[in-house]
């Protein structure tokens, strides 16, 4: 089995080397990730500058390509240009922290997984929840094991014509304790708490950081949020489909009246506004001289 490995932390990063030292137990590891931390980019993508890759080595042995870009790219050239044939699975972490609830959609961990599908190929994301001191080398021998049963029970229990499968796995600190128990729940769906805090830089610019809170669990609505509060590992089963189905149906009914774009419109010049411009208020500090 050739599998292909990526992440969004960065090539260097402690839980890509701890995951590809296990799965070297299932296959042929292929790693491919981005040259620097790609957090929260999302399913970005790379073609108005072109690609910069870079081979990274373990001493003398090749171990993996560096990429100047997002996951997103790396599952792309990865697949296309340095695996030696179609992978057979693409795994993405570890992340070092958890990708659960709505941020799944700003993952670039997620993305990397999401990518791997299009390609139709059966892709696992991992993500670890944070911690100063986090065990990858634990979370990575747990996703081992989950991985394999994952192939197993896929084989046996999918239909034949349900097509790639993309999974999405968080696995808390609590669960490296002891033996794991595995939940498989949906995505919260609940907004964060997002707010920005406003500082101000030495020249006297404003600037912000984005704060905010996980959100509450509901009570008797299991997600992969209120499984994870209680140390339960989660898998979600993820479609990068994004069509409302149960919408389309009534749409279909709906009559648009449309202008005849053939006809001209009046409308106002605007050739005599001022182009924008960008204005940065500076508050200039005064300085007193020393007594």
């Not at 950081?209 to 949020?225: N, V, Y």
């Not at 209120?226 to 069509?243: E, R």
């Not at 050739?271 to 007594?291: A, C, E, F, S």
């Amino acid at each position: 089995m050739l599998i292909l490995l990526t992440n969004d932390d960065g090539i260097y990063a402690p839980g890509l080397a701890a995951l590809d030292r296990q799965l070297r137990r299932l296959g042929e590891v292929c790693v491919v990730a981005p040259a620097t931390e790609q957090s929260g980019v999302g399913h970005s993508i790379t073609y108005l500058t072109p690609l910069i890759v870079k081979e990274v080595y373990h001493g003398d042995q090749r171990w993996g390509w560096a990429v100047e870009g997002s996951p997103a790219d790396c599952v792309k050239i990865g697949i296309t240009q340095f695996c030696p044939r179609p992978p057979d699975l693409i795994v993405s972490g570890i992340n070092g922290g958890l990708n659960a609830g709505i941020n799944v959609l700003y993952s670039g961990t997620v993305a990397a997984a999401i990518e791997g599908a299009f390609f139709g190929i059966t892709s696992v994301a991992v993500s670890l929840e944070f911690d100063e001191h986090a065990r990858f080398d634990k979370a990575a021998r747990l996703t081992r094991h989950l991985i394999e049963q994952i192939l197993r029970k896929q084989g046996t229990d999918t239909p034949a014509d349900a097509g790639p499968q993309l999974y999405n796995v968080n696995v808390p600190n609590a669960a490296l304790n002891g033996v794991p128990e595995v939940c498989t729940v949906p995505m919260d769906i609940t907004r964060y708490g997002d707010a920005f805090e406003r500082r101000t830089d030495p020249w006297g610019r404003d600037y912000y950081w984005l704060t905010g809170k996980p959100p509450r669990t509901t009570e008797g609505h299991e997600t992969d949020l209120s499984a994870l509060a209680k140390g339960q590992v989660t898998i979600t089963p993820l479609d990068y489909n994004m069509t409302r189905n149960s919408m389309l149906a009534d749409m279909k009914q709906w009559q648009f009246q449309m202008p005849d774009m053939r006809c001209e419109e009046s409308v106002d010049d605007q050739n005599d506004r001022p182009m924008p411009v960008v204005k940065t208020v500076r508050k200039m500090q005064q300085i007193t001289p020393d007594d």
